[in-house]
């Protein structure tokens, strides 16, 4: 098999950014020698800026097969089958859980709610965890998670990705692991000098890692839910960019910065659309939108150069620069983004 040898110092981000980006091969297990971190690959060709980012070698191994249940889940079950917990249930246990800071984020199925708290201690004993979350689904429009504390006292925790650090409240507040992509590839843009507005900056999703890594002159991130607004605020302070992101709590379309900007962030997925002509009545000619919004997969991208064209006006050129999808929204749904170039004529 081929591995990535990547320097242990910089594992945990190469590690999460390839799983994101579907480059491990997670039938094999991670290795490690000296100082050095061997991350099983999918096939030997993986693109240069992850071999750029983390000085990462790729080299064949020995092949390192695994069960699909691995170790901190055989010790979760060895340690809650001590407390009697039957086999019928034990089947049932969850082997998938999200780690956001010192929280833990799993599904417990239905059934298995009278031992919610037991299952609960025993995952936080033997991953870590402060505090153990159920996941029991995310309802309405504006994406808000319900979630349920089976062990500790509080769910705010600080989430270290990509050397950005994100606090806020795991059980009333949606941070998507499927983002971390478009995160890390936001941190990479280069922005240097420009000025930008963050149509929907939430705890600073997008702007931080652009603050921190880009080089803008400013961000003017504007967020209209006063909870998230808090978590933006602390988190330009916990991330030091407070000369260069401007906080602004309220509708976005309520707010006029005092000059024209570069960039446009509109990582919004409902109707984002209808925002377009407030985005280009504040941009630069030759700017460039970040456009987010949940497309049914036959329609993309044409959708979005249409309700662009239609949004924008025919005083604007529009040159798609870059379009992906992020990842499924639903059956045949995907959440995309496209980078847009807007020139007027």
């Given amino acids: 098999m081929f591995v990535a040898r990547v320097h242990s110092s910089l594992a945990h981000r190469a590690i999460r950014e390839m ?12 290795g490690r020698t000296g100082d050095e971190v061997l991350i099983p690959l999918i096939d030997r060709n993986i693109p240069f800026d992850i071999i750029r980012r983390y000085d990462a070698k790729v080299e ?22 001590s407390e009697g917990v039957q086999e019928n249930q034990i089947s049932d246990l969850p082997d998938k859980w999200e780690s956001l800071g010192d929280v833990l984020i799993i599904r417990i199925p239905d ?35 319900h979630m349920e504390i089976l062990f500790g006292d509080d769910a705010e925790t600080v989430h270290l990705e990509n050397g950005v650090r994100y606090c806020f409240d795991a059980s009333k507040i949606m941070f998507s692991s499927g983002n971390i992509d478009e995160r890390i590839r936001m941190a990479g843009i280069n922005v240097r000098g420009e000025k930008v507005l963050d149509m929907f900056a939430g705890i600073g ?18 967020e209209i839910r006063k909870h998230s607004f ?21 509708d976005n379309r309520d707010f006029d910065p005092p000059e024209m900007v570069d960039r ?21 000619s030759g700017g460039i939108i970040h456009y987010h919004e949940n497309c049914p997969n036959e329609l993309f991208p044409r959708r979005f150069v249409e309700r662009i ?11 798609i620069i870059f379009c992906r999808n992020v990842k499924s929204y639903s059956p045949g749904v995907s959440h995309i983004v496209v980078d847009v170039r807007c020139s007027l004529r």
């Fill in 111 to 145: 059934h298995l709610v009278q031992k919610q708290r037991q299952i609960a201690a025993a995952y936080a004993e033997v991953l870590g965890a402060r505090t153990v979350l159920r996941d029991m689904g995310i309802f309405g429009a504006e994406r808000v998670p």
């Fill in 309 to 319: 064209r239609e949004s924008a006006g025919e005083e604007w050129d529009i040159e």
């Fill in 264 to 284: 446009i962030i509109m990582g919004y997925l409902k109707d984002t659309h209808k925002f377009i002509p407030k985005a280009v009545s504040h941009l630069k």
């Fill in 19 to 30: 799983l994101s980006r579907e480059l491990v091969d997670r039938d094999k297990k991670i």
């Fill in 205 to 222: 999703y997008f702007s931080l890692p652009v603050a921190v890594y880009g080089e803008p002159e400013k961000i003017y991130s504007c």
């Fill in 60 to 81: 064949q191994s020995e092949d390192r097969r695994r069960s699909r249940r691995g170790l901190p889940f055989n010790e979760v079950v060895n340690r809650l089958r």
């Fill in 230 to 250: 808090d978590y933006l605020v602390r988190n330009i302070r916990l991330n030091d960019v407070e000369d260069r992101v401007i906080p602004v709590l309220g």
